[in-house]
Each structure stands twice: as C-alpha cells, then as structure tokens.
C-alpha cells in the first residue's frame, strides 16, 4: 500500500516568510510523529499525535513552529517567521499503535527546508 | 538530547566484509531499534529489539542488546555497495513512544 507522502519535497524561502509541510500518514496509522533533522545532526524530535488525543509538544523549539492534525489523518507543521537555523529537512512518520512495544515507525521521504 | 551515541561515526569496508555498529543508551527502555537513511531523506526501519531479548536476526542483520551496559550493536554480514547509508539506533522515550534516535553511523561499502 501507499506510504507516508511528505509535501513539498524542496522548500526555499526567505528569511522572515512562513512555510507549511504537510505529511500523509499510512491510512489507518492512529500515531503521527515530526522530526527535524539539520545538516549533519541526528534527529530530534519535534510533536506527535495519537488519535483525539491533545498532542505532545514538547520537541517543538520555539512558539514559531506549530502543528495539527486534521480528521486524524493529515498533518501541517507550519513555522512562522521562519529563521536560517530551521534550514534542515523535516520527516514525518506514523505507526499502527503508540503504546506497547510494536512501535515500528514509517518515514516519510521528508521535506528539505532551505531559508535563506 | 540524544539517547543514543553510536560508534563509530564512520566506517568504510569493503565488499564482502562485516560490518559492526554500537549505540550505546542513557535510560531504561522497553525496546531498542535500527533504521537506516540513503541520501539524508527518509528513514528504513530495519530491526526492533525487545529488552528481554538478547539478540536478533533479520537476514544478513543481526542485533544485541545488553540492558545491564545500555549498549547495542548493529552486524550487518557480508556487505554490499548498496548497504552504504547511514544507520541509527532510537528508543522510544517519554509517553507515546516517540523515538530518541543515536548521532548515526555513516556505513560506505566499496567495490
């Protein structure tokens, strides 16, 4: 079946404007999860949504950054104002259940940010 | 902060050869797993490791898991070109299982 979709897969933009991403999980997948991802760096987490539940925000680096999840199924992460330093590429990822120890989660192909 | 720190943080073999990777952990977990990254896009989920299991085996992969030194190792058996990419243990942490992922191996395989 169809995997998670990321789109844009490139994004310039200026210093200053904001940006929407926007990830399409795996149907059916009731856990979605954003990462960031700089230039040589691990990844860092940055929200996550598990069904009606209020999401845990507490990668997100500052008060810029948002995100939500619509009908629990598509996901926009939007950063206002955005800065030199959110240049990275976002992934998104979903998974069949959060809890217990199947938690094997699905990437997307990411989103590259590039603000210059 | 990472969960994880892996090493080496490069490692360049040959065709044929085995490669070895460690990750090493800071809090208890309940399970540890591998992925791996082509091209600094998506990721792969290669591998998941329960903390009452020892070791695993998926093909040519093959993972530890010691709970009492906080470490794992990634055995990817007779390397191909097309295994070069970068490789990264996580864990999830905090609830909902979102996942801490190590600083990664970077894996070149050469003909």
């Known amino acids: 079946g169809a995997g998670v979709s990321q789109s844009p897969s490139n994004k310039v933009t200026e210093k200053g404007k904001d940006v929407e991403l926007r990830c399409d999980p795996i149907?059916?997948?009731?856990?979605l999860y954003w990462y960031r991802q700089s230039l040589g760096q691990g990844l860092e987490f940055l929200i996550y949504?598990?069904?009606?539940?209020?999401?845990?925000k507490s990668g997100l680096p500052s008060d810029r950054f948002s995100a939500e999840r619509t009908g629990g199924s598509v996901s926009t992460l939007t950063i206002q104002r955005t800065q030199q330093e959110d240049s990275a590429v976002y992934l998104c990822a979903s998974s069949l259940a959060p809890g217990g120890l199947a938690n094997e989660q699905y990437f997307g192909p990411g989103t590259r940010l590039t603000v210059t | 902060s990472q969960q994880g720190e892996e090493d080496p943080q490069a490692l360049s073999i040959q065709e044929g050869e085995n490669a070895t990777m460690n990750c090493s952990y800071k809090?208890?977990?309940?399970?540890l797993q591998w992925y791996r990254q082509n091209s600094g896009r998506g990721l792969v989920h290669l591998i998941l490791?329960?903390?009452?299991?020892r070791e695993k085996h998926s093909g040519r992969l093959r993972v530890t898991l010691d709970t009492s030194k906080k470490s794992s190792s990634l055995l990817i058996t007779a390397s191909r070109a097309a295994d070069t990419a970068s490789y990264f243990c996580?864990?999830?942490?905090?609830?909902?299982?979102?996942?801490?992922f190590g600083t990664g191996t970077q894996l070149k395989v050469e003909l």
């Open positions: 149907s059916g997948h009731t856990a």
């Open positions: 490791i329960r903390s009452n299991e």
């Open positions: 809090t208890s977990i309940n399970n």
């Open positions: 996580a864990a999830p942490t905090g609830g909902g299982n979102k996942l801490t």
């Open positions: 949504f598990q069904g009606n539940s209020a999401p845990d």
